[in-house]
T-cell receptor, first 115, second 111 residues
């Protein structure tokens, strides 16, 4: 089954404790992206990757890191989480190339609370 | 930054009625997409319409695109309780892969 998986689904942590949210897709997609969703602000892109070893900042990259060492995986790293990073996080993937964005497949989401 | 903005923010209708949601954006696009999100879950792609298309259908969904007005509409016909969800439009910029999402329309179908 074609899917994007994220782990963990729920996480409560404390300020400053490094964490990683994993994302994996099995569709051989080149493009992968992380979003955060907050009430009243919609979905905002954090980082994206056009292919292996190619990553770039989205609209709200501060406080986050990513890596793309393998095509299927795109982990999101919070080196020193703060309460303003409490949010619902989504990973998404799609094919790339050609003109315009393709249909994106979303993971189930990770609800992060930083106290 | 370029952004799709949905209107209305919330819509409540009776089961069986049609639901129409609108999206406006700011700059030229390659395509516009609509997604659905059930509460707290991942977004699900509904339909993609290219900038050279004016209308597209998929089951009970009908999407229109007016590039001169930089707007799109999503029509759901014969609504069902299961259509209760948030609906987002997403646009790309010409030559880009990045999607920018609007804030969504919260649709409630009353039985």
């Amino acid at each position: 089954e074609a899917q994007v998986t994220q782990n963990p689904r729920y996480l409560i942590t404390v300020t400053g404790k490094k964490l990683t949210v994993t994302c994996s897709q099995n569709m051989n997609h080149e493009y992968m992206s992380w979003y955060r969703q907050d009430p009243g602000l919609g979905l905002r892109q954090i980082y994206y990757s056009m292919n292996v070893e190619v990553t770039d900042k989205g609209d709200v990259p501060e406080g986050y890191k990513v890596s793309r060492k393998e095509k299927r995986n795109f982990p999101l790293i919070l080196e020193s989480p703060s309460p303003n990073q409490t949010s619902l996080y989504f990973c998404a993937s799609s094919f790339s190339g050609g003109q315009g964005a393709y249909e994106q497949y979303f993971g189930p989401g990770t609800r992060l609370t930083v106290t | 930054s370029q952004q799709g903005e949905e209107d209305p923010q919330a819509l409540s209708i009776q089961e069986g009625e049609n639901a129409t949601m609108n999206c406006s954006y700011k700059t030229s696009i390659n395509n516009l997409q609509w997604y659905r999100q059930n509460s707290g879950r991942g977004l699900v792609h509904l339909i993609l319409i290219r900038s050279n298309e004016r209308e597209k259908h998929s089951g009970r969904l009908r999407v229109t695109l007016d590039t001169s007005k930089k707007s799109s509409s999503l029509l759901i016909t014969a609504s069902r309780a299961a259509d209760t969800a948030s609906y987002f439009c997403a646009t790309d910029a010409e030559g880009a892969q990045k999607l920018v999402f609007g804030q969504g329309t919260r649709l409630t179908i009353n039985p």
